[in-house]
């Protein structure tokens, strides 16, 4: 996995992805194990953007029956199987637990239904999944029992609480890199730090790109028959003069999830409803109130999500003071033996989202669409030009085959494709503790073999060095200076490369 900018100029390409996140590199896999000739390349860095702003979950769709959306749930039971096989050791199931209250929709005979009819339409979750990351079955957990999981809920008509298994991934960013392994083991060109300026027609069958390499200033041109755009909030900016981006103006949201220093529930995630009215205008049983997540993450606690309509450019938006403390506010709440404050926080996640286009201005009524989909803006015999508009992280694969499948419909791929099943595993470093990021050997072969260029590339994205707060400065100087080793970056290159890193935890620090 080297890059090498001037391997796009060498011919031309089937299927060219633009956007390196999780729906881009999904994208680039599936086209290169159908057997196209595939490109990628991102503006910044693989999974740099919303793909990093999640809880960790991939989750199965139990939420999903309140919609009666059973062909979403099957999409992401698929979508999460597919993951979990390609990369067995950065995940592990993970109990999750809600409270139940009275005998409605929050009550144990509706949950008992949702968990039995999840464990059903779930009935192949665990096929070709080794034993140690199987996924059991839904429970119901008694008053008691829910207490000692749960400790200092509200005991008024608590009746007990509903348990059942999503997945935890225990690095999103290393996972994402999983997809693009493979994909570049099958033949896929990829390049970061490597934007798409213009996409142009041709007179021909081919879309003409170019692409700007950051490091060299050099500009390429790349011919292509398809052109997935993957490039998330910025999909609209690149498609060429005539096209529309949807039927109506697109909104986003920003989705807000924040770290702090507490174990607030150590064994297991839990779901509380916010105090805030909130409603699913999709739902056919509607419970009235936001779900809020605390995921266990070592010795600390993930929290979200909280949204809130975002006008900025995906260029310039940025989480303000006034964001965590809504947010802080709301979890008070909901819980308040946390006792949070803004002195917790040691880290936060914000992505943008598609937002429906009927979404008010408040927070807690945005809307977000429910469905991944694909905007088919221009087919023509053996070309066409597609964009992936990706809302959740699980259903990446599905979304992905989708988009090939549109491609298959009028291009045939150049050489016999692989199943996703049986292909064998790309090779993937496997990093789960801190302690053996700081070793030469490794930091080396994220520079050689995985295209890491910055120190916030390491430190956000190869590892989970700063996945919980600001890693000190003596192991941010060992980081940068071995890469100013290997790349010949001066002692001013160094410090501005600490000092990137810092201002990314600025909003953080106390006065």
Same mark, same amino acid.
């Given at each position: 996995?080297?890059?090498?900018?001037?391997?796009?100029?060498?011919?031309?390409?089937?299927?060219?992805?633009?956007?390196?996140?999780?729906?881009?590199?999904?994208?680039?896999?599936?086209?290169?194990?159908?057997?196209?000739?595939?490109?990628?390349?991102?503006?910044?860095?693989?999974?740099?953007?919303?793909?990093?702003?999640?809880?960790?979950?991939?989750?199965?769709?139990?939420?999903?029956?309140?919609?009666?959306?059973?062909?979403?749930?099957?999409?992401?039971?698929?979508?999460?199987?597919?993951?979990?096989?390609?990369?067995?050791?950065?995940?592990?199931?993970?109990?999750?637990?809600?409270?139940?209250?009275?005998?409605?929709?929050?009550?144990?005979?509706?949950?008992?239904?949702?968990?039995?009819?999840?464990?059903?339409?779930?009935?192949?979750?665990?096929?070709?999944?080794?034993?140690?990351?199987?996924?059991?079955?839904?429970?119901?957990?008694?008053?008691?029992?829910?207490?000692?999981?749960?400790?200092?809920?509200?005991?008024?008509?608590?009746?007990?609480?509903?348990?059942?298994?999503?997945?935890?991934?225990?690095?999103?960013?290393?996972?994402?890199?999983?997809?693009?392994?493979?994909?570049?083991?099958?033949?896929?060109?990829?390049?970061?730090?490597?934007?798409?300026?213009?996409?142009?027609?041709?007179?021909?069958?081919?879309?003409?790109?170019?692409?700007?390499?950051?490091?060299?200033?050099?500009?390429?041109?790349?011919? *292509?028959?398809?052109?997935? =755009?993957?490039?998330?909030?910025?999909? &609209?900016? %690149? /498609? #060429? @003069?005539?096209?529309? !981006?949807?039927?109506?103006?697109?909104?986003?949201?920003?989705?807000?999830?924040?770290?702090?220093?507490?174990?607030?529930?150590?064994?297991?995630?839990?779901?509380?409803?916010?105090?805030?009215?909130?409603?699913?205008?999709?739902?056919?049983?509607?419970?009235?109130?936001?779900?809020?997540?605390?995921?266990?993450?070592?010795?600390?606690?993930?929290?979200?999500?909280?949204?809130?309509?975002?006008?900025?450019?995906?260029?310039?938006?940025?989480?303000?003071?006034?964001?965590?403390?809504?947010?802080?506010?709301?979890?008070?709440?909901?819980?308040?033996? *946390?006792?949070?404050?803004? =002195?917790?926080?040691?880290?936060?996640? &914000?992505? %943008? /989202? #598609? @937002?429906?286009?009927? !979404?008010?201005?408040?927070?807690?009524?945005?809307?977000?669409?429910?469905?991944?989909?694909?905007?088919?803006?221009?087919?023509?015999?053996?070309?066409?030009?597609?964009?992936?508009?990706?809302?959740?992280?699980?259903?990446?694969?599905?979304?992905?085959?989708?988009?090939?499948?549109?491609?298959?419909?009028?291009?045939?791929?150049?050489?016999?494709?692989?199943?996703?099943?049986?292909?064998?595993?790309?090779?993937?470093?496997?990093?789960?503790?801190?302690?053996?990021?700081?070793?030469?050997?490794?930091?080396?072969?994220?520079?050689?073999?995985?295209?890491?260029?910055?120190?916030?590339?390491?430190?956000?994205?190869?590892?989970?060095?700063?996945?919980?707060?600001?890693?000190?400065?003596?192991?941010?100087?060992?980081?940068?200076?071995?890469?100013?080793?290997?790349?010949?970056?001066?002692?001013?290159?160094?410090?501005?490369?600490?000092?990137?890193?810092?201002?990314?935890?600025?909003?953080?620090?106390?006065?």
């Amino acid at each position: 996995m080297k890059r090498d900018t001037n391997r796009l100029t060498d011919g031309t390409y089937d299927v060219f992805v633009i956007g390196g996140g999780i729906h881009g590199v999904a994208a680039a896999r599936a086209a290169a194990l159908a057997g196209y000739r595939t490109a990628l390349t991102d503006r910044s860095d693989f999974c740099g953007a919303t793909s990093a702003n999640s809880l960790k979950i991939l989750h199965g769709g139990l939420r999903y029956l309140q919609h009666g959306n059973l062909k979403r749930m099957r999409h992401s039971i698929r979508s999460r199987r597919a993951m979990m096989r390609l990369a067995p050791h950065l995940v592990r199931p993970l109990p999750c637990v809600m409270p139940l209250y009275g005998h409605g929709l929050r009550g144990r005979e509706a949950l008992q239904i949702a968990l039995w009819l999840n464990d059903f339409i779930a009935w192949d979750r665990n096929e070709g999944l080794a034993g140690d990351i199987r996924i059991p079955r839904g429970a119901l957990v008694s008053r008691s029992g829910s207490l000692k999981l749960v400790p200092h809920l509200d005991r008024k008509h608590l009746r007990g609480a509903a348990m059942w298994f999503d997945v935890l991934a225990k690095d999103t960013e290393r996972l994402a890199l999983a997809f693009l392994q493979s994909a570049i083991h099958h033949g896929c060109t990829a390049a970061n730090y490597a934007p798409v300026t213009e996409v142009r027609k041709g007179d021909g069958p081919y879309y003409t790109l170019t692409v700007e390499d950051r490091l060299t200033g050099r500009f390429h041109s790349v011919k *292509s028959r398809f052109v997935i =755009n993957a490039a998330g909030p910025w999909f &609209a900016s %690149l /498609l #060429p @003069a005539g096209h529309s !981006s949807t039927p109506n103006q697109q909104h986003w949201a920003m989705g807000l999830n924040i770290v702090v220093n507490k174990r607030i529930f150590p064994t297991v995630a839990v779901g509380l409803e916010g105090s805030t009215p909130y409603t699913d205008r999709d739902a056919l049983l509607r419970r009235g109130k936001r779900l809020f997540f605390f995921v266990p993450w070592g010795d600390h606690t993930m929290i979200g999500t909280d949204y809130r309509l975002c006008r900025e450019s995906p260029d310039t938006f940025q989480v303000q003071r006034d964001d965590i403390e809504r947010m802080l506010e709301e979890i008070h709440h909901l819980h308040p033996r *946390s006792s949070l404050s803004f =002195n917790n926080v040691t880290w936060y996640h &914000a992505g %943008l /989202l #598609p @937002a429906s286009s009927d !979404s008010p201005n408040e927070s807690a009524e945005v809307q977000l669409e429910k469905n991944s989909s694909i905007v088919v803006h221009d087919q023509r015999q053996g070309a066409g030009l597609l964009s992936i508009k990706g809302v959740k992280y699980t259903t990446a694969p599905h979304i992905a085959e989708a988009a090939v499948t549109k491609v298959r419909k009028r291009l045939r791929p150049r050489k016999t494709s692989y199943s996703a099943k049986t292909e064998p595993a790309a090779p993937s470093l496997r990093i789960d503790a801190d302690a053996s990021v700081v070793s030469n050997e490794v930091i080396d072969h994220f520079i050689d073999e995985e295209m890491a260029i910055t120190l916030g590339d390491i430190v956000f994205r190869r590892t989970n060095l700063g996945a919980v707060q600001c890693p000190s400065l003596q192991t941010l100087t060992i980081l940068a200076e071995r890469m100013a080793h290997r790349l010949e970056w001066t002692p001013e290159k160094v410090r501005r490369e600490i000092r990137h890193v810092k201002d990314r935890y600025a909003l953080l620090q106390r006065p």
